[in-house]
């Protein structure tokens, strides 16, 4: 029989195990902004499902047009009524959550002329909604954390200088993160370049909406198979799949949350740079209950204090 001693060195290498279980378990990104029935960006990060928060979209910048940002039903940048938005902000980030302004989107008027252009657009991100000052800063006082890039139209250029400057922008007391949504055929045509420069620190790779790279016809081979020519092609921090959080979230791609949990995660989880999942979008996250059915799966752990609480 083991002695109090013995079972107290068994619990406490338990525990450890476990948590070092939970480090390296992968977090869920979601996109917030582009549906005012998805609730706020409080109740969002409320939820505490999510390590990274993507608000959507900044659609309008380069080639000499005043930047505009989109949040569709939730405020009007134009009446300053966004700025509400900074609390909210302030109150993901207390909880330790990643928030992120997203540029571009499949809607909108975007790119990049020059390397000038690509300039002045950090310039404009870093004074409006980073670390710099503005007198009209658009979510309000709230430093975000960063900028995604979720480029989908337009010319292929400049990403890649806008991302240097951006990364310029970084301090040891404050970084400024990147990141960036691919999609799955690889390189990808208008952020291959960008994503090239090694300084993303997490890319969530868009695997819908293109079927030679998605989970189709109830086999995840070919998503599997373009996962690991990610994993070994790019240099980047966290490496994410990027899923529709229900059917109706995208033309195609959509992988049932069990599938996803028994046939998916294990075998992406080995990858070094695995980071977790993306959601696409908070709106159909909470009328489908994605996240709901895939946080518990121990390889995808937000919370380490949750599982300490619950082991003793």
Same mark, same amino acid.
């Given at each position: 029989m083991a002695t109090k001693p013995q079972l107290q060195l068994f619990l406490s290498l338990l525990v450890l195990s476990l948590v070092v279980a939970t480090a390296h378990g992968g977090g869920i990104a979601i996109y917030w902004g582009q549906n005012g029935n998805e609730g706020t960006l409080t109740e969002t990060c409320a939820t505490r499902k999510y390590t990274h928060v993507n608000i959507a979209f900044l659609n309008k910048f380069g080639g000499g047009q005043t930047p505009e940002l989109n949040l569709a039903g939730h405020c009007n940048p134009a009446t300053g009524s966004c700025r509400v938005v900074s609390t909210a902000v302030e109150s993901c980030q207390s909880r330790g959550i990643k928030v992120m302004l997203s540029i571009g989107g499949g809607i909108g008027n975007y790119s990049l002329t020059s390397e000038y252009d690509a300039k002045t657009v950090a310039e404009y991100l870093y004074n409006n909604f980073l670390g710099g000052k503005s007198s009209n800063r658009p979510l309000g006082d709230a430093v975000l954390d960063g900028v995604d890039f979720d480029i989908e139209l337009g010319s292929t250029f400049h990403y890649d200088d806008l991302v240097r400057f951006l +990364?310029?922008? +970084?301090?040891? #007391?404050?970084?400024?993160?990147?990141?960036? #949504?691919?999609q799955c055929p690889f390189p990808d045509r208008l952020l291959g370049a960008a994503i090239e420069t090694g300084l993303f620190d997490a890319v969530w790779v868009q695997f819908y909406n293109n079927q030679p790279c998605q989970y189709s016809s109830g086999s995840a081979q070919r998503l599997l198979e373009s996962w690991e020519r990610w994993a070994s092609s790019v240099v980047v921090g966290k490496l994410f799949m990027g899923l529709p959080a229900a059917p109706a979230a995208a033309g195609s791609g959509y992988i049932p949350p069990e599938v996803l949990v028994s046939e998916v995660l294990p075998v992406i989880k080995k990858s070094e740079k695995y980071g977790g999942v993306m959601l696409w979008s908070r709106f159909h996250d909470v009328n489908n209950g994605y996240s709901d059915s895939i946080v518990n799966s121990y390889l995808l752990v937000t919370d380490n204090s949750a599982l300490l609480v619950q082991i003793k």
């Open positions: +990364s310029q922008f +970084s301090e040891p #007391a404050r970084r400024v993160y990147i990141t960036g #949504a691919p």
